[in-house]
Structure formats: C-alpha cells, structure tokens
C-alpha cells in the first residue's frame, strides 16, 4: 500500500477531475488544506504537493498569498493593450491624466485604501532616477486599481521629489485620476514630460497578495520618470507593477538612419 506522502499524484488527479467536472466555480477557491487533508485522509504537505506540483503548473489552480488556491481553469481574466498615449481623463469634471492601458473615459476603483505618506527613499534605482540621495525622505504615494468589476490590474508606487511634495493636492485623493500631476505642472513645471523603462520579473509576496495572483506569474514592471519643463529635472518617479496576463504592449517601430529605403547602392547593383 503506497504511504500517505506518495499519493499526491492520486489526489491532483481526482481535484482535477472534480474542477473539470465544475464542482468549482472558475475563480472560487478551494477547500483549505485541512479540509482537504482531511476528506481525502492525508496530510497537508501531500495536499500542498498535489497543488504546487501537479495542478499549479498544469494551469488548474494557482496559490495566491492571503487568499487561498484560486480554481483557474475555466477563468480567463481581461486584459488590455498598452501603448504610449497620455490622455486627458474626462471622466470627472476635474482636471487629471489617464496613462497607457486606461482609457480617459473612466475611473479606476482602488482595490485597497491609497495611502500617500513621506518615506526613506532607500532603493538604489528609484532614488538614481529621482536625482535625490539613499535615504532622502520623500512622498510615498501607493495605489491599486483597476477597471471596475474586475481583479486588481496594477499596483503604482510614486516617489515625489521633495521640492514638489507640499504642493496642495499632490498627497491628496482627487475624484479624477492624474490630478496630482496637473497641480505640479500648475505651479510652473507644466508641461510634465515622462520616460517608462520597461522589464519583466517575478512578483515580491506582497505584490502577489495586493494583484490576487500567485507568486509563480511573472509581472511587467514599468518604471514612469516625470521631468519638469521649468529645468528637465525630475518631480517624480512612478513604478507599475501589472501581472502579465493582464496586458500587451504595443510600440509603432521607428526606422534609423542607417535603415533608410531606398539602399541606392544595393538598388544600382540590381540594376533598379
């Protein structure tokens, strides 16, 4: 008779058979690992391993951090192009900017209460594109939104510099989205100019908590830099921490120089 901890391949395959068979809701979580230990007389680990091992990487579930195995199979979560387009949001009679994967047509809802705090700027990256020092105390502003109805589509850190920090509004919470940018550009470093660096990694632990997604799916992380017109410096630097299958990057390709058409000298040896 095999051991309790060797049948972890027996109980991923009568799960699977139950979330095919729709016993789970796409979206619903299952069980916890004491139930389920206890309906099919194992222990946790040999629930954990049919889970993380089996039917995690075959796409059925996957573990999100404070919320449990989330049944995936079935569930296919919206996603949306994201260009290079800022747009001024109409949404709210107020003045504000929407930002590539929005629309200027809506709100966002906050998935957690946004916080805007001062803050030890101690990352080495941020502060090197902020122009401010390890250590430099800045404006903390955190938020995780997304398009009404749906799950969390990204998480946004903006670090303020501290020459703009006080200005009124900059920490507050305005109907419309992007008003914090609009008052620093009123006080005279409008129009704001912005630079994104974009990359892909895997998400910290609370990231994956606050995006509802589990640790194993990649996040694309887009770095915003917002200079001031007054002197090119910058006023603030915003991180996007969007979980990957929520979105898809779209860039016009631009042609260099030396990729100019006609190549007249290949043109002549052809005879053209």
């Known amino acids: 008779m ?5 049948r972890y391949p027996e109980i991923a395959a009568l799960l699977r058979t139950r979330i095919l068979a729709g016993e789970w809701a796409p979206g619903s979580t299952l069980p916890t690992l004491d139930a389920l230990a206890a309906e099919y007389g194992a222990d946790k680990n040999t629930i954990s391993r049919a889970i993380s091992e089996i039917l995690e990487p075959e ?3 996957w573990a999100v951090p404070k919320r449990g195995t989330i049944v995936r199979y079935g569930m296919v979560r919206p996603h949306r192009m994201r260009g290079n387009l800022v747009k001024r949001n109409l949404a709210t009679s107020g003045p504000g900017y929407s930002f590539p994967s929005a629309s200027g047509q809506e709100v966002w809802r906050h998935h957690i ?31 995780v939104t997304g398009p009404e109805a749906e799950p969390p589509f990204q998480i946004s ?23 914090w940018l609009y008052r620093i550009e009123k006080v005279g470093h409008g129009p704001l100019s912005w630079m994104e660096y ?3 990694r895997m998400p910290t632990k609370t990231e994956a908590a606050e995006l509802q997604i589990p640790m194993t799916m990649p996040v694309l992380e887009i770095i915003r830099v917002g200079r ?24 016009e390709l631009h042609r260099d120089d030396s990729a100019a058409w006609p190549w007249s000298e290949y043109d002549t040896e052809d005879g053209g």
């Open 198 to 200: 974009h990359r892909a």
């Open 157 to 179: 850190n903006s670090w303020i510099h501290p020459r703009v920090a006080s200005i009124p509004g900059v920490s507050g919470q305005a109907p419309g989205p992007g008003d």
């Open 113 to 143: 209460t946004p916080t805007a705090k001062p803050e030890k700027l101690n990352e080495p990256r941020i502060a090197r594109l902020l122009k401010v020092r390890e250590g430099t105390e800045v404006l903390l502003r955190h938020r």
């Open 59 to 61: 796409g059925m579930v």
């Open 2 to 6: 095999p051991g309790r901890n060797s």
């Open 228 to 251: 001031s017109a007054a002197d090119g410096e910058p006023v603030e630097v915003t991180e996007y921490v969007i979980p990957s299958d929520r979105v898809e990057t779209v860039h």
